[in-house]
């Protein structure tokens, strides 16, 4: 289905492109991966960019919330509505209840088009109907009521947990649990937070610039950007696009990595000269930022299962102008037994974990939907390998930081207790979780933990 001159001039081509990306995204494509082949593919320009990326990421989030709209609005319920036309309807509803910039005749017009040119000729009234119908329902309430109080009363008792999953589009599941983690106030923090486009966040390259001279290189070329409190961290704000453009991505001066990220090198402790493990490092902000704080002088290696992955990691270090990072292609459960001679070998060891992504739902739109308990019941138990895996390698005295970027206690805190109940000759040096919506950045839990016998643990096997 190509797009034509006419197509761009009437504003369709951006709105063609999410729905093209939400249909891969429904076939099982990740959001990010989707989104970037279709801009890569169109020739679009910045604004319409900005839009297409705007709409997908938007539509993906309040999938739930879309959804009951539909149901209330349709005489189909909306999962057994057409696929193709029940993307095209998130795309025209998240305009009209989310998009204050957008006319809502522009939202209504651009979706009963694309039915058309698309083949669905047939449902288009269809579309026109729901869509006609939604205005109708929003002239009748006060535009800063937020999209959920427009729902027509659901039937029926409706719990806590039904509620706030509505509200902010989260799986009912993950509503149940924020309740019963956190305060209700917190809880409705962190949903809301979800739904929030994240900051760009860049880590300044010690190694090659200091923040006041990317601070104003960036204004000189008309970016908001502005210091937060990490002390080689500059945050961009309404930006889009792509950041390789931006001044200094050239030279090495910065990389890309959220706020929260960069928090969990530092609590290594890096000194130069150290011998440094990062165990599950690609695609590898971590192991280039513990670079950094140890001035590019001591022994790092970055191991990762991933070949193609570790490739971006040395390309990314090459950039930045780091030399002592070495990359091996592994399973990090197995390297106290692949290679002995690391036994008692590392002074730190860092194990950013697999994990459930809890704490980044706001970066990745699509993540809420593709993860359910079953696979954070899998998920605990492959931390739990990796960390008994990883222990032998660590030197007497030495440390290992446990991070994750979730907020699932079996992932964090019950982890690192049923560690230490198992390993006496190591203890708790401190523990942090970051939750969303009570911090800037993603949510992250670290812990830090000490080896206090004298000799390391042999890997069994």
């Given at each position: 289905?190509?797009?034509?001159?006419?197509?761009?001039?009437?504003?369709?081509?951006?709105?063609?492109?999410a729905?093209?990306?939400?249909?891969?995204?429904?076939?099982?494509?990740?959001?990010?991966?989707?989104?970037?082949?279709?801009?890569?593919r169109?020739?679009?320009?910045?604004?319409?960019?900005?839009?297409?990326?705007?709409?997908?990421?938007?539509?993906?989030?309040?999938?739930?919330?879309?959804?009951?709209w539909?149901?209330?609005?349709?005489?189909?319920?909306?999962?057994?509505?057409?696929?193709?036309?029940r993307?095209?309807?998130?795309?025209?509803?998240?305009?009209?209840?989310?998009?204050?910039?957008i006319?809502?005749?522009?939202?209504?017009n651009?979706?009963?088009?694309?039915?058309?040119?698309a083949?669905?000729?047939?449902?288009?009234?269809?579309?026109?109907g729901?869509?006609?119908?939604?205005?109708?329902?929003?002239?009748?309430?006060?535009?800063?009521?937020?999209?959920?109080?427009?729902?027509?009363?659901?039937?029926?008792?409706?719990?806590?947990?039904?509620?706030l999953?509505?509200?902010?589009?989260?799986?009912a599941?993950?509503?149940?649990?924020?309740?019963?983690?956190l305060?209700?106030?917190n809880?409705?923090?962190?949903?809301?937070?979800?739904?929030?486009?994240?900051?760009?966040?860049?880590?300044i390259?010690?190694?090659?610039?200091?923040?006041?001279q990317?601070?104003?290189?960036?204004?000189?070329?008309?970016?908001?950007a502005?210091?937060?409190?990490?002390?080689q961290?500059?945050g961009?704000r309404?930006?889009?696009?792509?950041?390789?453009?931006?001044?200094?991505?050239?030279?090495?001066?910065?990389?890309?990595?959220?706020?929260?990220?960069?928090?969990?090198?530092?609590?290594?402790?890096p000194q130069?000269?150290?011998?440094?493990?990062?165990?599950?490092?690609?695609?590898?902000?971590?192991?280039?930022?513990?670079?950094?704080?140890?001035g590019?002088?001591?022994?790092?290696?970055?191991v990762?299962?991933?070949?193609?992955?570790?490739?971006?990691?040395?390309?990314?270090?090459?950039?930045?102008?780091?030399?002592?990072?070495?990359?091996?292609?592994?399973d990090?459960?197995?390297?106290a037994?692949?290679?002995?001679?690391?036994?008692?070998?590392?002074?730190?060891?860092?194990?950013?974990?697999?994990?459930?992504?809890?704490?980044?739902?706001?970066r990745?739109?699509?993540?809420?939907?593709?993860?359910?308990?079953?696979?954070?019941a899998?998920?605990?138990?492959l931390?739990?390998?990796?960390?008994?895996?990883?222990?032998?390698?660590?030197a007497?005295?030495?440390?290992?930081?446990y991070?994750?970027?979730?907020?699932?206690?079996?992932?964090?805190?019950?982890?690192?207790?049923?560690?230490?109940?198992?390993?006496?000759?190591?203890?708790?040096?401190?523990?942090?979780?970051?939750?969303?919506?009570?911090?800037?950045?993603?949510?992250?839990?670290a812990?830090?933990?000490?080896?206090?016998?004298?000799?390391?643990?042999?890997?069994?096997?």
């Amino acid at each position: 289905m190509g797009l034509t001159v006419e197509a761009a001039l009437i504003g369709l081509a951006p709105r063609q492109l999410a729905w093209q990306v939400l249909q891969a995204v429904a076939a099982g494509a990740y959001a990010d991966g989707a989104l970037e082949r279709e801009l890569n593919r169109l020739p679009l320009e910045s604004a319409d960019r900005a839009l297409a990326t705007e709409l997908t990421y938007g539509a993906i989030r309040q999938q739930r919330l879309l959804d009951a709209w539909l149901d209330a609005l349709g005489k189909v319920p909306a999962a057994r509505q057409p696929p193709r036309l029940r993307w095209l309807l998130h795309l025209g509803c998240y305009q009209l209840l989310f998009s204050e910039r957008i006319p809502a005749a522009a939202a209504v017009n651009t979706t009963v088009e694309l039915a058309k040119r698309a083949g669905l000729g047939r449902l288009a009234p269809v579309a026109n109907g729901i869509l006609r119908g939604l205005l109708r329902l929003r002239q009748h309430l006060p535009a800063e009521a937020p999209p959920w109080q427009w729902l027509p009363q659901l039937e029926g008792p409706v719990t806590a947990a039904e509620e706030l999953g509505l509200r902010h589009s989260l799986p009912a599941w993950l509503a149940g649990l924020l309740l019963q983690w956190l305060p209700p106030e917190n809880a409705e923090a962190f949903a809301a937070s979800c739904n929030q486009a994240p900051s760009l966040d860049l880590r300044i390259n010690p190694q090659r610039s200091n923040r006041e001279q990317v601070l104003e290189a960036l204004h000189k070329a008309g970016f908001s950007a502005e210091p937060l409190v990490e002390s080689q961290a500059i945050g961009l704000r309404g930006r889009g696009g792509d950041p390789r453009h931006l001044p200094g991505y050239d030279e090495g001066t910065w990389c890309v990595q959220d706020r929260s990220a960069q928090r969990i090198a530092p609590l290594l402790d890096p000194q130069p000269g150290m011998r440094i493990l990062d165990a599950c490092a690609a695609p590898g902000g971590k192991s280039t930022h513990l670079a950094e704080l140890i001035g590019d002088q001591g022994e790092l290696w970055a191991v990762d299962r991933s070949e193609a992955r570790l490739r971006r990691l040395q390309r990314n270090a090459d950039r930045l102008g780091l030399t002592c990072i070495q990359t091996l292609a592994a399973d990090a459960c197995r390297l106290a037994m692949e290679r002995p001679h690391w036994q008692g070998h590392f002074d730190r060891v860092l194990l950013d974990a697999p994990c459930s992504g809890l704490g980044t739902l706001a970066r990745h739109a699509d993540a809420r939907w593709r993860i359910n308990p079953g696979a954070i019941a899998d998920l605990v138990g492959l931390q739990q390998q990796l960390l008994e895996g990883l222990l032998p390698l660590v030197a007497p005295r030495g440390q290992l930081v446990y991070a994750t970027c979730t907020v699932h206690p079996a992932e964090n805190d019950d982890q690192i207790t049923g560690l230490l109940s198992r390993h006496p000759g190591w203890r708790l040096v401190r523990s942090q979780q970051w939750w969303p919506g009570q911090v800037e950045g993603d949510g992250f839990f670290a812990a830090v933990l000490q080896r206090t016998d004298e000799w390391p643990e042999r890997a069994a096997g």
